[in-house]
């Protein structure tokens, strides 16, 4: 057994550089029978499993070289590492919080604090920890890329889109470009977001991610013809991308493709495929197949309301039990109310909303349940105009109290009721005479909803322009036509909202008259 000599180490290092761990790993195995109180061979053997993804030996590595030196930055930073891909956050902090207070320059371990503090959902800290990584490197584009994504999920789309185009300018890297398309898509300028995903693609040699999500808006945008062609491409080059199979699946199935968005479903195996897959199963009357995988798919842990729709319809269709305990008599849920900011005579709140509705550059995205008339993309209550922040205020208090109603309640719907409030997607839903959008329900929302700006006076029915909600409706199979049903004109300033799991649709009206309306969802941020 030899000890340690300059020659050895530059062999091992010279065998690292050259991406051989497997050889440096049985190299520093061989010594370290005579040196185990070598950090430097830890540390490097740590490097070469973590490189292997033999992240538990990696761990143990680390963990005997700071066993004999608890001073060396770049090993605590290392284990650090580990212990974030591990899922240990906290621990990861502590480490990297050691190896800042030796080296208080040491960008990576802000960076990588960072990493943790947004893994704990502590956003503040991982900006500020972001921050502090860009003052000692100015140049640390990745950091900035990482501080408009926490930007983005605080709702602060214009500081996301700032950071996004400095990392850009500093470094023309495609993630930047994608995540920049992401927040301009949220803030609903649905165009420039094309552009950037169109960038993004070019720098990337065609990445699946960005095709599909490129794909996607394009079909928002109206072209089904480039959306199609990219959705395919991206499952093309990687047939078994989850999320570029998912959103294919979405948008067959939203174009009545059901038995090719099936398989497509059952490839992605993410988000709510397995109650997509039951939609198809059931619109295709494949009935015998869809009850064994509900009763397959209901007997684990879930929370998703279109399986809540599928089973409730189910049941009312073959006269059988409701398997499902989401929301029982989910018509019973339906919510019907003033939003006072709204009826104060004169009311400013009105007057604004309905200015920025029409003066805000916002995009407009295809929907193909909506028929004479337009619908908003991004997320309204996330625009900085002061109007939509009012009015998210307002519908707050409002669903507060309707919680207060159901709190005492056991189903899912009320357990897993969101506690904080945050609207998951807003929009403005303006319609001229004819207008109606077919029935339907809000798939990814939890509570759903819509506050009515106008409203049409004029009718020759009494229903003309009202909301009719059902557990019936999207031209779902039935064996009869005796399904519940409830129908409710609502005023100008009302609100009505239900669990997202409700069939809804707007009866045509014949007036010139316009009505507008801001719809929203809302769910759990668990889920």
């Not at 930047?176 to 398309?181: D, I, S, T």
């Not at 900011?341 to 604004?352: A, C, G, H, P, T």
Request: net charge neutral; charged share 25%; proline share 4%.
């Amino acid at each position: 057994m030899k000890i340690l000599t300059q020659q050895d180490i530059h062999l091992v290092i010279q065998l690292f550089n050259q991406g051989k761990f497997d050889d440096v790993v049985h190299q520093v195995n061989k010594f370290l029978k005579a040196n185990k109180k070598e950090v430097f061979l830890w540390n490097i053997l740590g490097a070469s499993y973590e490189r292997l993804g033999k992240i538990q030996e990696a761990k143990q590595a680390y963990e005997e070289a700071i066993t004999l030196n608890r001073n060396i930055p770049e090993v605590l930073f290392n284990l650090g590492a580990i212990k974030l891909n591990l899922n240990d956050p906290v621990g990861a902090i502590n480490l990297f919080e050691e190896a800042i207070k030796i080296k208080p320059d040491m960008a990576e371990a802000y960076f990588n604090r960072g990493l943790a503090y947004n893994q704990m959902g502590n956003l503040e800290g991982s900006i500020a920890s972001y921050k502090r990584a860009i003052e000692i490197q100015p140049g640390y584009y990745e950091a900035l890329n990482n501080l408009g994504s926490v930007y983005q999920r605080l709702g602060n789309h214009e500081a996301a889109v700032a950071a996004y185009q400095k990392s850009i300018q500093i470094f023309n890297n495609p993630r930047a470009h994608f995540n920049l398309a992401g927040a301009l898509r949220n803030n609903g300028l649905l165009k420039d977001a094309i552009k950037e995903y169109k960038q993004a693609i070019e720098l990337s040699n065609q990445e699946p991610e960005f095709l599909s999500d490129l794909g996607d808006a394009f079909w928002h945008d109206g072209n089904i013809k480039d959306a199609e062609k990219f959705l395919r491409q991206a499952v093309q080059i990687e047939p078994l991308h989850a999320k570029a199979n998912y959103q294919l699946g979405v948008f067959l199935y939203d174009n009545n493709k059901l038995e090719e968005a099936l398989s497509f479903f059952k490839n992605s195996k993410i988000y709510d495929y397995e109650s997509r897959v039951l939609y198809c199963l059931y619109k295709l009357k494949k009935f015998d197949e869809f009850y064994a995988e509900l009763n397959r798919v209901s007997a684990k842990p879930n929370n998703s309301p279109l399986l809540a729709t599928l089973s409730t319809h189910y049941a009312f269709n073959f006269n059988k039990e409701d398997i499902y305990n989401f929301c029982p008599n989910p018509l019973d849920h339906v919510y019907h109310a003033e939003i006072p900011e709204l009826l104060k005579e004169d009311s400013r709140l009105v007057k604004e909303l309905l200015k920025d509705i029409q003066q805000a550059d916002i995009a407009e995205r295809q929907q193909s349940r909506l028929y004479f008339g337009s619908q908003s993309a991004g997320n309204l209550f996330k625009r900085p105009e002061q109007s939509f922040q009012q009015l998210a205020k307002a519908l707050r208090e409002a669903i507060k109290k309707y919680f207060q109603i159901y709190k005492n309640e056991s189903s899912t719907f009320i357990k897993l009721f969101p506690q904080e409030i945050d609207f998951s997607s807003s929009w403005y839903v303006k319609m001229k005479k004819g207008g109606h959008l077919t029935s339907h329900i809000h798939e990814e929302g939890w509570v759903s909803g819509a506050v009515y700006l106008m409203i049409p006076k004029k009718r020759n029915d009494p229903d003309e322009g009202a909301i009719e909600l059902s557990v019936h409706g999207d031209n779902y199979p039935n064996e009869h036509d005796q399904f519940p049903t409830k129908t409710i004109l609502p005023k100008e300033g009302e609100v009505v909202f239900f669990p997202s799991s409700v069939f809804h649709r707007t009866i045509p009206f014949s007036s010139d008259e316009e009505r507008v309306c801001i719809a929203f969802d809302l769910k759990p941020k668990q889920l």
